[in-house]
Structure formats: C-alpha cells, structure tokens
C-alpha cells in the first residue's frame, strides 16, 4: 500500500542503521573499527537517504513520474521510494548492469530501460526522458537535497558517539554524492576536523583524477568491475568539499577490492558490492595502518568508522565470475 504523499514527508524511507565494532577490522587497522552498515537499508544501499527524500520532496511538489539513471543502487531506491509515494518510476540503465538489479527494479514496479554502456549514457537518456511534462530527473549524486538526505548519516554517527567524535572516517566515492552529503552532516554536527579516506578504485577514479586536475574532468572509459562507482565525472562539489574539511584521496586496484569483499564476507558474512570494497580495502589493505604510521590521520587514530555503502548488484556467482576475471583463483 503506498504512503499518503502527506504522510511521506514525514516519515524517512530510510532506517537509522546499526553502528557495530569489527573485531577482524580492528586487528588489520590497528584501532578500533565501527561499521556503519548502509547495506541493510531498506533498498540494499546508504542511496535511499538522499534519494528517499528527494523524491519526498518532488513528490510534495506535484511530480507525476520519476526517472532515475543509475549503475543500480540509485535507481533501487528511486523505485522503492516511488513505490511507497505511488508515483509511476522509469529507472534507466547501462546494458553492462546485473540482470537480478533488473528484476529487483521491475519487482519495486519500475519500468527499466536499458541504454549504453555506462552510467553517463543513462544519464542522458533520463534527462530526455524528464522533459516530459510532470516527470523529474533524480540524479543519482548531483543534487543539494540528496547531500542534504545522506547528511542524515552523520546525525546518527552523532548520536552514537556522543559526546565523542571518530578519529576518522572512510567512505567509497563514486559520483560524490555519499561524500557530499557526510561533508554537509559533518558541517552540521561541528566535525570538519575529522579526516575523510575517500576510496576509489582504479578504472573509476573520477575525483581522484579531478583532484590531479584541479577540476572535474571526464574519465576516458570505466574499466573498473566496480560499476557502481563508475561515474565518468565528479560532481563538483565533490571538489568544493575538499577546501572545507580533511579529505584524503586513495585509489585501490580491482583486486583489493574484490578481496576485501571477499574477507568482509568471512570476517562479518555480509556480502557487499566492489564498490563499496574500495572502503573496506582501505583497511585490508594496510592503507590505514601506513597512513597512520604518516601521521596523516592524526596522532592519535581514535575510533575508524566505515560507511559499508552496501550494493545488491552482487552474488556469489558474481563474486566469482569476478576473481576468475583477475585472475584471482
């Protein structure tokens, strides 16, 4: 039954999240390690804050259809969030994307397109798409009102850790936008002393390259199996956000993050998409402990939190399909 559109502004379609200590994480990091699991949201992935509450406010605003590109995540919580306004959803997609987030999409009562080969083309097809009268482009990442849902996360972190503070954060970067919105929170909360690991994978390392650049600049092709953070360009703000607080920026192979995800597995039987290994990487890598040992998280490391963005493109067969891919074994 879908929510009365008065209703739904009030009641968030995302779930105050567990905050949980690793054990396993603790050890490879050398400090204490919180894990701030956004993959059991309800639509599978931290997305459905800022995406549930754009879509809250369009649909306050009269909106008659919502189309959202996407490499998944996004459009699993447009969809769900279009579900519970009953607002009619077109979801576009890149051809390479998983055939379950398919059927995930058409299950949330979506109507998919599938176009091009990744993420930007999409996105063009859905901004065409919402030059029809009554329809709204939600934009994956690039949007104030959806920094302003993800700043919800911080809020809770806030509240969790109260009256302290985390020694650091560690956060996946696609498009920027989970990195925006925890920048806004953390403005909120009085933390933009606390230093931000942004972590990319090589292949889809657009703000890393927009950081070399010293603005956004398209990346010439994804070739990271990390599709899901596989956005050409950065949003600027993205940019904007590292005159404003800490931000240190980190690019992992393939491997570290497939291995992450697989050790993540093992170690909390929770089974998270490469994209967001490349947080987890950061840690099993040994990245945290070499920068600590640099003195770039500060003298005192404090408590580590990761946001385990989460991601339901994924299953064991893509797990494996993907360590035979490199070569893994």
Not at 107 to 134: C, F, M, N, P, T
Not at 199 to 208: L, P, V
Request: overall charge neutral; glycine content about 10%; proline content about 5%.
């Amino acid at each position: 039954m879908a929510v009365r559109k008065e209703d739904a502004k009030v009641r968030a379609f995302h779930v105050v999240t567990p905050l949980l200590e690793s054990t396993a994480l603790t050890q490879a990091a050398g400090a204490r390690v919180l894990l701030k699991l956004e993959n059991v949201q309800p639509s599978g992935s931290f997305k459905i804050r800022g995406i549930g509450y754009f879509c809250q406010e369009m649909a306050q605003k009269g909106c008659k259809h919502l189309v959202c590109s996407s490499g998944g995540n996004a459009g699993l919580a447009a969809a769900y969030a279009a579900r519970k306004l009953g607002v009619p959803a077109t979801i576009v997609l890149p051809r390479t994307s998983s055939p379950q987030v398919v059927e995930r999409l058409r299950d949330e009562g979506a109507h998919v397109e599938l176009i091009g080969k990744v993420w930007d083309d999409a996105s063009l097809k859905a901004q065409e798409l919402a030059k029809r009268e009554g329809w709204v482009n939600v934009h994956p990442f690039d949007h104030p009102l959806i920094w302003q849902g993800h700043a919800s996360l911080v809020r809770e972190l806030k509240a969790a850790l109260d009256p302290h503070k985390p020694g650091s954060i560690i956060l996946s970067v696609g498009g920027g936008g989970l990195l925006a919105g925890v920048v806004a929170g953390m403005k909120e909360v009085g933390w933009l002393d606390v230093p931000i690991l942004a972590m990319e994978t090589k292949g889809a390392h657009c703000f890393n390259a927009a950081l070399l650049a010293g603005e956004p600049i398209p990346l010439p092709d994804i070739t990271s199996v990390a599709k899901c953070l596989g956005a050409k360009t950065v949003a600027a703000r993205a940019l904007e956000c590292t005159r404003e607080c800490h931000i240190i920026s980190e690019v992992v192979d393939d491997r570290d993050a497939v291995e992450a995800v697989e050790r993540f597995l093992e170690d909390e039987r929770m089974l998270v998409e490469p994209a967001c290994g490349a947080a987890l990487a950061a840690i099993y890598s040994g990245l945290v402990r070499r920068l600590q040992e640099e003195g770039r998280l500060g003298s005192t490391p404090g408590v580590v939190v990761v946001i385990v963005c989460g991601g339901s493109g994924i299953n064991m067969a893509d797990l494996q399909a993907m360590k035979a891919q490199l070569g893994m074994g």
